[in-house]
């Protein structure tokens, strides 16, 4: 069983982190398949603002020795497939893992069938029928197993506690150069693009915190910051979603608590603080769609199960923890989610 | 002030996820002529606050978006 300091620090960042996402409707799902669906650039500025601002907190905090650095593993094949199939479940799950997550704490059920489908999704493939697969793609031998440093004969920088390939450390860079340039470039487009997508917000600051959908540019402050502080609390990484719901259904069957892991309190807590957020907005209702809606539902959860231990993590494991450290794990992974949600927007909405 | 608009059509997509609000509200307002009023009824936060966002910028007239009730809504769009 994980220690009382962590399982609460898990939680209380878990519902700082769920009243964000629910705040600033952060949901990757939507931020990616708006670019080509909806040409609507609002939630793809604000996750680009969180990254940003993550990347830039991550490193000064490793380099106040605050933090090491832990960028994923980077099994080549594994993150191309399971990132792949990761995205294609989003869409038809209509959220991505934290989006299911935080929607829940909205009251709607297909979310949670979706989040019972992830859950499912993630066992089997981590210790079930499809550990197989996992392993294939996962090798210690062969074309397909992980690349790291010593491969390459590269060194991997002092702001790493592993061995694991960033963007700086393969060209035997410091990552400073990286972090100044991707932050310089990414503000400037920011706010040369800020746009009038900002809600025209009248009302009292209470009414503008708790009552209407926040500004893109407040949530990604919010969420970058919830994701610093989430690296402090736990030390080894920052913000996760999956692994968290996978340690939950899997402490529940074998009745293990040491399966509780740090991010099933977050989890939890993300819930608890969107349901609150919900709650003060007047937005909380329980709600299904159709019987045939909730069947895609259930089965996108299951492929973003699959997707995310196949792929070593989620969205929010890769895209929003993993690319502000550079990892070329991560890179890679996030960019097939987001081509795995590109051809399904695109064959499910966009087609004739 | 609206009370006396009356829509054309009414969408009802609530209990719908994302993004078929937005879809199915972009299908229909093609299918509509110009100076008619549709009507949207949404359950969905992020919906009701995207919709009005990407109709305008397609050039449409938000008329109103009016909270109904606990995480509901109600819009009115004028197709341009």
Known sequence: MIDTSLMLSGLIVGVIFGFVLQRGRFCMNSAFRDIILLKEYTLIKAVALAIIIQMIGFHLMAQMNIIQLYPKTLYWGAMIFGGFIFGVGMVLAAGCASGTTYRVGEGMMGSFVALLGLMIGGLVTSGGYLIKLKSTLQPTEGALKAITTADLGVDPGHLLGNTNLTLANIFGLDPWIFVVIIAIVGLAVLIWKRGDEETKMKGSLYERIFKMGWDWWITGIAVGIVGILAFIAFKNYALGISGGWFGFLNALITGDPDKLNWFTFLVIGVVVGAAVAAVMAGEFKLRAPDAKRLLQQFIGGLIMGIGAVIGTACNIGHILSGVPQLALSSILGGLFIVLGCWLTAYVLFMRG | ?80
């Open chain 2, 1 to 80: 002030m609206t009370a006396n608009v009356k829509p054309t059509e009414t969408l009802d997509v609530r209990g719908e996820v994302c993004p078929y609000p937005d879809v199915k509200t972009q299908k229909k307002v093609k299918k509509m002529k110009s100076g008619e009023v549709l009507e949207v009824l949404v359950d969905y936060p992020l919906s009701a606050e995207r919709i009005p966002r990407s109709m305008e910028k397609a050039g449409h007239e938000i008329i109103e978006v009016e909270k109904t009730g606990t995480g509901e809504w109600r819009m009115l769009i004028k197709i341009k």
